[in-house]
């Protein structure tokens, strides 16, 4: 069990960390979600957005390899997504973290730019 824990752990100090690496505020919850008021594993803040995400680690997890066998056939200057869904469940969309950092870096200048320009 403590090598899952660890495994985990790391996971979500990876994402936090990657967020940061493109100057976005986040942060890790303590004993991820544990406590009442602070549920899932890592946080992230940008623009008006904040996200709560949940961090899953396995060996081996279907949603990757479509997403793999998906990025094999794509054009080069694409990139790759997946969209998918369970019965009676909300439809997800999966991407790189490190396109969603792009993304997200892109919207927090937008809105820094915005409040600069608010206060001129």
């Known amino acids: 069990m403590l090598n899952s824990k660890n495994k985990g752990t790391a996971a979500e100090n990876k994402a936090k960390n990657k967020f940061r ?3 976005l505020k986040s942060f890790r919850v303590f004993r991820s979600g544990a406590d009442p ?16 995400f949940e961090s899953k680690h396995f060996a081996k997890i279907s949603i990757v390899r479509i997403y793999e066998d998906h990025k094999r056939i794509i054009p080069g200057s ?5 969209i998918f869904k369970q019965d ?13 950092c792009c993304m997200a870096e892109e919207i927090e200048e937008y809105h820094e730019l915005k409040r600069k320009l608010k206060n001129l």
């Open 37 to 52: 008021f602070f549920k899932g594993d890592v946080i992230l803040q940008f623009g008006p957005y904040t996200f709560n």
């Open 21 to 23: 690496s493109y100057n």
């Open 88 to 100: 009676y469940s909300d439809t997800l969309v999966g991407i790189t973290i490190d396109d969603f």
């Open 78 to 82: 694409q990139r790759p997504g997946i």
